[in-house]
């Protein structure tokens, strides 16, 4: 190598360099900014998007999209504005795809969309009262027919349950492992399928014999909570935000919505039914069962159970005797509730407040 190239390397080097620097430095300099107060917006709401940048670089063009589907354009960082509608409310991520003479870069905002509406308000009537077992972490109550079923939680003490819903009596029990924390469970043809809490497994029982056939794992969910079906489609709630749809084929999750009213999105639903094409969900240590749009995942009414704890009798736990238990009986068209250790299921009629 000649002595010039060497000199004209040397002289490049720091040019090569700093051109670099330049086109690494794009990453992290932008951040959206919104006309979205909390980063929360009415679905079909006008929102006004703009880009904060931390250096002055030049813009050719910036393309916004929400989950992936194309908002619009515009020339620079100025404000953007548009008309947000989204099928599926709750949380959304919002993202700016930023081209600069210097190369390409991207930002992101989480945005909420909220539901229209505010939630109806009903009250409950009670119709009927029936003994239940005051020993039952209930976690998960449906009906088939006349026979009722009731998953139960607490480690060592976790069980599987077919019951007298008149009596109480328990016609036939089994118990998991005491390693499980049994959760929400839900029934589809002859399959029982249970949840545990945070075990990461699932148990599916036959459900006449209650011989356990299999098992399956969760897949983006940390958590098990509540189940329920729509006859075809498997619903489960995790803890967070999140009702989950399940691939029938390994119950393995799938999509989502996030429950959402008209100033937030919900989270701790704990036991689910489905009842009339809605989801009904009691949420943890509240007294009062939430009315979800399946598709949407607005929550579109509240039933108010307060006071009806005092009705019961248990001190077994109190700080953990809550609300939780909501059973469907189709062929009647009855709403039964319970909770943790309470000694009553109650029959309700749900009343215009």
Same mark, same amino acid.
């Given at each position: 190598m000649t002595a010039y190239a060497k000199h004209l390397i040397l002289l490049l080097l720091p040019l090569l360099i700093i051109g670099c620097g330049d086109k690494?430095?794009?990453?992290?300099?932008?951040?959206?900014? #919104?006309?979205? &107060?909390?980063?929360? &917006?009415?679905?079909?709401?006008?929102?006004a998007i703009s880009l904060k940048a931390k250096?002055?670089?030049? *813009? /050719?063009?910036?393309?916004? /999209?929400?989950?992936?589907?194309?908002?619009?354009?515009?020339? /620079?960082?100025?404000?953007?504005?548009?008309?947000?509608?989204?099928?599926? $409310?709750?949380?959304?991520?919002?993202t700016a795809t930023i081209s600069t003479p210097d190369g390409t870069t991207t930002a992101t905002q989480k945005i909420n969309i909220l539901h229209t509406k505010a939630p109806k308000v009903y009250g409950y009537k009670i119709i009927n009262r029936y003994p239940h077992q005051i020993d039952a972490y209930t976690q998960g109550l449906e009906f088939v027919g006349d026979t009722l079923y009731e998953s139960n939680?607490?480690?060592?003490?976790?069980? $599987?349950?077919?019951?007298?819903?008149?009596?109480?009596? %328990?016609?036939?029990? %089994?118990?998991?492992?005491?390693?499980?924390?049994?959760?929400?469970?839900?029934?589809i043809g002859d399959n029982i399928y249970q949840l545990t809490w945070q075990e990461n497994t699932g148990f599916i029982y036959n459900k006449d014999t209650f011989e356990r056939t299999g098992t399956f794992a969760y897949n983006q969910s940390k958590e098990g909570w509540g189940l329920t079906n729509d006859g075809t489609?498997?619903? !489960?709630?995790?803890? #967070?935000?999140? *009702?989950? #749809?399940?691939?029938?084929?390994? $119950?393995?999750?799938?999509?989502? &919505?996030?429950?959402?009213?008209?100033?937030? %999105?919900?989270?701790?639903?704990?036991?689910?039914?489905?009842?009339?094409? !809605?989801?009904y969900a009691n949420t943890y240590q509240r007294e009062s069962i939430a009315i979800i749009d399946p598709k949407t995942g607005a929550l579109e009414a509240l039933i108010n159970l307060k006071g009806l704890n005092k009705e019961v009798q248990s001190g077994l736990d109190p700080a953990n005797e809550v609300l939780n238990g909501i059973a469907y009986k189709a062929n009647e068209g009855r709403l039964f509730v319970t909770g943790k250790h309470w000694n009553t299921l109650f029959e309700i009629e749900i009343v215009e407040k």
């Amino acid at each position: 190598m000649t002595a010039y190239a060497k000199h004209l390397i040397l002289l490049l080097l720091p040019l090569l360099i700093i051109g670099c620097g330049d086109k690494g430095s794009l990453d992290g300099n932008f951040t959206i900014e #919104t006309s979205a &107060i909390k980063n929360s &917006i009415k679905n079909g709401g006008e929102i006004a998007i703009s880009l904060k940048a931390k250096k002055n670089i030049a *813009i /050719d063009s910036v393309v916004y /999209d929400l989950d992936g589907q194309r908002l619009g354009s515009n020339k /620079d960082s100025g404000k953007y504005t548009t008309t947000l509608t989204s099928l599926k $409310l709750g949380g959304r991520t919002l993202t700016a795809t930023i081209s600069t003479p210097d190369g390409t870069t991207t930002a992101t905002q989480k945005i909420n969309i909220l539901h229209t509406k505010a939630p109806k308000v009903y009250g409950y009537k009670i119709i009927n009262r029936y003994p239940h077992q005051i020993d039952a972490y209930t976690q998960g109550l449906e009906f088939v027919g006349d026979t009722l079923y009731e998953s139960n939680g607490s480690y060592g003490e976790s069980t $599987l349950r077919k019951l007298d819903y008149k009596t109480g009596e %328990v016609l036939k029990e %089994v118990k998991l492992d005491n390693s499980y924390f049994a959760e929400g469970m839900t029934i589809i043809g002859d399959n029982i399928y249970q949840l545990t809490w945070q075990e990461n497994t699932g148990f599916i029982y036959n459900k006449d014999t209650f011989e356990r056939t299999g098992t399956f794992a969760y897949n983006q969910s940390k958590e098990g909570w509540g189940l329920t079906n729509d006859g075809t489609v498997i619903y !489960k709630s995790d803890g #967070t935000s999140k *009702i989950w #749809t399940l691939d029938p084929a390994n $119950l393995s999750e799938q999509s989502y &919505i996030e429950p959402t009213h008209n100033n937030g %999105v919900m989270s701790q639903l704990n036991e689910l039914e489905f009842i009339d094409g !809605k989801i009904y969900a009691n949420t943890y240590q509240r007294e009062s069962i939430a009315i979800i749009d399946p598709k949407t995942g607005a929550l579109e009414a509240l039933i108010n159970l307060k006071g009806l704890n005092k009705e019961v009798q248990s001190g077994l736990d109190p700080a953990n005797e809550v609300l939780n238990g909501i059973a469907y009986k189709a062929n009647e068209g009855r709403l039964f509730v319970t909770g943790k250790h309470w000694n009553t299921l109650f029959e309700i009629e749900i009343v215009e407040k």
